[in-house]
């Protein structure tokens, strides 16, 4: 990610203040008691990043007639210059960058309510081993579970416009069970994403991360990328 937003660089450099308190297991002003960067270099025993690497590796190689393939972005990711609260901007700028953010977040609405009403239908459980599915073969097959589904949500949000910088795929987990998930997070704020369920397994609509307090972040990549997330130490000491 070369090209990555300044927001990103920071968080990669704000990495290094970090201390991990994620495990393994199937805005700009960060949230009080819930901080993350969610762009952190992945450890060497970091036990995700094996699975990510042959995932990421079939998908690539996967372009089959089932495949969609992403116009080039039209819009740019980031919060909006739009004032909060009951104050309406007044300024062009203000006023075309808060109904861009406006639509957005219209469009990942839909979405979110779109996938949520065809995993329904199209919910596949893998069985008793997991495997995650390419965006091809989601297609091919009329279905999977969630981590397949999800490619749904991944590949759409990027084909719409939004920026691949913004967009990722993200392993999440609950603390009391130990339940596993994949959701998509679009981020529109580096710290507070909004997450993407695609089965309401984990939450219905369009809630940032911080709404669902419950579920922990454990890694974030998409085809090429591959980070782990670590909570912020100032945080944790808490």
């Known amino acids: 990610m070369g090209n990555s937003p300044h927001w990103v660089r920071l ?12 495990g393994f297991g199937c805005a700009a002003i960060p949230p009080v008691g819930l901080a993350y960067d969610y762009f952190v270099s992945p450890r060497d025993d970091d036990p995700w990043s094996r ?18 393939r992403a116009p ?5 990711p980031g919060v909006a210059e739009s004032a909060s609260g009951d104050v309406l901007p007044t300024d062009l700028r203000e006023k075309y960058n808060s109904f861009r953010a406006e639509q957005k977040r219209a469009q990942a609405r839909d979405l979110a309510e779109w996938i949520q009403l065809q995993s329904r239908e199209h919910y596949v459980p ?13 297609l091919r097959q009329d279905g999977d579970d969630c981590d397949g589904l999800e ?85 944790a000491s808490n």
């Open 11 to 22: 968080a990669r450099l704000a990495a290094l203040g970090l201390c991990l308190l994620l």
């Open 51 to 68: 699975k990510i690497r042959r995932w990421q590796q079939r998908e690539r190689s996967d372009t089959g007639e089932d495949a969609l």
């Open 72 to 76: 080039a972005p039209v819009a740019e």
């Open 126 to 138: 893998d069985g008793p081993i997991d495997r995650w599915a390419t965006f091809a073969e989601t």
């Open 151 to 235: 490619l749904l949500t991944f590949h759409l949000l990027r084909d719409l416009g939004f920026s691949e910088d913004a967009v990722f795929r993200a392993i999440v987990y609950r603390k009391r069970d130990g339940q596993h998930h994949m959701v998509t997070l679009w981020f529109e704020d580096a710290y507070d994403p909004w997450v993407l369920d695609p089965t309401g397994a984990m939450t219905s609509g369009m809630p940032r991360m911080s709404e669902l307090p419950g579920w922990v972040p454990l890694k974030v990549f998409g085809v090429d990328e591959n980070f782990s997330v670590e909570r912020s130490r100032s945080v």
